[in-house]
Structures are given as C-alpha cells and as structure tokens.
C-alpha cells in the first residue's frame, strides 16, 4: 500500500466513492531457466513462455491487490465499488517485476 501512495495524482484528496474500473497487469520475475547460458546469458530463450501459469493464482493477487487499495486511506472506500476489471498475468520482458493498476470512475 505505502509503494501505490507514491503514485497516486497531486489533487488526491478522498477515496472515490462511484462505481469503478480497474486494470491490474502483473509483471512475474522470470526464473534463470527462461535465459541463455554463457555470453548471452542476459537473452531469453525461444521457447521461453510470456505468460505466467504458475502460482500463485491470478484470482489471489487480484484479490490482494483490491482488498490493499480500500479504506479510510485507500484509492476507495470499498472493493464492492469495482463493476469492471481487467487482469494479466505474465513474465516481464524486462528485468523488472512489478504491478501495473489503473482505477478510473466508471462513466457509461
């Protein structure tokens, strides 16, 4: 929770409290199989796969997330508020793991 306070907009005033969008893209590390030996030790293999089909479950670190971005000090008050979400789970292409989120007010 304390890394997506430093991203949140200037103008961040309350959790939104309408109905919401999400888009959470997850960015796995990739294990050292996945890469060439020798000199080129820093390129991935053909056969290495992009998405992520290993635990955990993508259905669990979507939960995490929602539950670690709610309450009095969260991005809204209430994970009951999303009506639409959108999740990936993959290796990073770069050597850099990490979570990509995206919340919007939900407009028709």
Request: glycine residues 4%; hydrophobic residues 30%; contains cysteine.
């Amino acid at each position: 929770m304390l890394q997506a306070y430093k991203y949140r907009p200037k103008d961040w005033i309350e959790p939104l409290s309408g109905p919401i969008c999400m888009e959470i893209k997850f960015h796995m590390p990739r294990p050292k199989s996945h890469y060439r030996a020798g000199k080129r030790s820093y390129m991935l293999k053909d056969n290495s796969p992009v998405y992520h089909t290993k635990t955990p479950d993508l259905s669990n670190l979507i939960k995490f997330v929602e539950d670690a971005l709610q309450g009095v000090n969260g991005f809204y008050k209430d994970d009951s508020q999303i009506v639409e979400l959108r999740a990936s789970k993959r290796y990073s292409q770069t050597h850099n793991p990490r979570t990509e989120i995206i919340i919007d007010e939900y407009y028709r």
